[in-house]
C-alpha cells in the first residue's frame, strides 16, 4: 500500500487546523502537485461536545481563510483546493449541528460519527469488560444507533468512514467479522440512499487496526444492489505520509462495484467527478 497518484480527488484531509494532524496545508498541496492529485478537499474536525478535541479548536474564519488563501495561491499550479468540513455527528447535538451549518457556509461536508463521550469504545479498559457477553452485533449497536441518525438527518454531502467503529473494537471483534454480518449495515445504508447522503469510500483503515477500508468492497456493492448511487473517496490523512494513501485502491472498490463518478460539491449544487476509466478497474 502506497500514496496514489493521478487522481481527481482525495476529499477527506486534516491540517494543523485539527487538533490531530500537525499538517500545514501547504504540505497537501505540493505533494497533490507532484503526485497529480487535481483537487483536495480540506476537512478539518468541528467537535460539538466540549469534552471532544475539537470542540472549539480552530475557528471558522481561521480554517475558511487558510483553505481560501491556499486555494488561490494554489490555482495556477494545477491543485484545486476546497474548503469542506468533518462534523462530529451525535443524535444528542444534531441540532447544534443543523444550526452551525445554517450559519456557516462549506464547499463541501462529511458527518461522521466518533467515540463520543461517554460510549462504550472511549475507554479501552472498560471497552474490555463491556464487549463481555455481547455478540458482535450488540458490540456495535450503540455506534450504529448514532450512524443511522447521521444517515438520516440528511445535513451532510457524505457520511464519513461508515464502520470506523471497526477501528474501535478491532481487539475484540476481528476484522472482517462484520462485512459478514449485512444486518449491521443495510438500514444504515437504505438511510443513505434515502437521505441522498453520498457514502464516503475512507482508505484510511488500510493503515489501521482493521487492514481494510472503512467499508469494504463487499457493503459498497451492497449499497449500490439497494440504490446508492453516491459515493465520494478519501484517504482521511492526518500526517503528510499518508496523503493520498491507499486512495487507488478505494477508487478501484468504488469502479467495481459499478460506480462512474464521485459525488462532491464545490459549494452551491453538488457536481460530479468521473472516476478515470481504463486502468483496468471495471
Ligand atoms: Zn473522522
Ligand atoms: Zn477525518
Redesign the pocket.
Known amino acids: 500500500m502506497t500514496q496514489s497518484s493521478n487522481l481527481p480527488l482525495d476529499s477527506h484531509l486534516h491540517t494543523d487546523l485539527s487538533p490531530d494532524s500537525d499538517v500545514p496545508i501547504d504540505v497537501y498541496a505540493a505533494q497533490a502537485a507532484e503526485r497529480g492529485i487535481a483537487e483536495i478537499a480540506i476537512t478539518d474536525?468541528v467537535d460539538f461536545d466540549r469534552r471532544d478535541p475539537a470542540y472549539r479548536f480552530a475557528s471558522f474564519g481561521d480554517r475558511e481563510r487558510v483553505a481560501r488563501e491556499a486555494a488561490e495561491r494554489w490555482a495556477g499550479r494545477g491543485v484545486a483546493i476546497r474548503f469542506g468540513v468533518?462534523l462530529t455527528y451525535n443524535r444528542t447535538w444534531e441540532d447544534e449541528i443543523r444550526a452551525h451549518l445554517a450559519h456557516h457556509t462549506y464547499d463541501f461536508t462529511i458527518g461522521?460519527v466518533?467515540d463520543w463521550p461517554g460510549s462504550p469504545y472511549r475507554d479501552p479498559q472498560g471497552l474490555a469488560a463491556w464487549v463481555s457477553g455481547r455478540s458482535d452485533a450488540e458490540i456495535v449497536e450503540p455506534y450504529v444507533a448514532e450512524i443511522l441518525g447521521a444517515a438520516r438527518s440528511g445535513l451532510f454531502d457524505a457520511l464519513?468512514?461508515l464502520d470506523?467503529v471497526k477501528k474501535y473494537v478491532a481487539r475484540h471483534v476481528p476484522a472482517g467479522r462484520l462485512g459478514e454480518a449485512p444486518e449491521v449495515y443495510e438500514a444504515v445504508l437504505r438511510a443513505l440512499v434515502e437521505s441522498g447522503t453520498a457514502l464516503e469510500m475512507n482508505t484510511s483503515g488500510l493503515r489501521q487496526a482493521p487492514g481494510e477500508t472503512y467499508p469494504t468492497a463487499a457493503v459498497v456493492a451492497m449499497f449500490r444492489d439497494l440504490g446508492g448511487t453516491t459515493v465520494t473517496a478519501g484517504s482521511?490523512a492526518h500526517r503528510a505520509e499518508t496523503f493520498a494513501f491507499g486512495l487507488e485502491d478505494g477508487y478501484r472498490i468504488l469502479a467495481e462495484a459499478g460506480f462512474e463518478e464521485l459525488a462532491f460539491r464545490r459549494g452551491g449544487g453538488p457536481v460530479a467527478v468521473p472516476i478515470p476509466s481504463g486502468r483496468g478497474w471495471s
Open positions: 474536525h468533518e461522521s466518533h464519513g468512514h470506523v482521511d
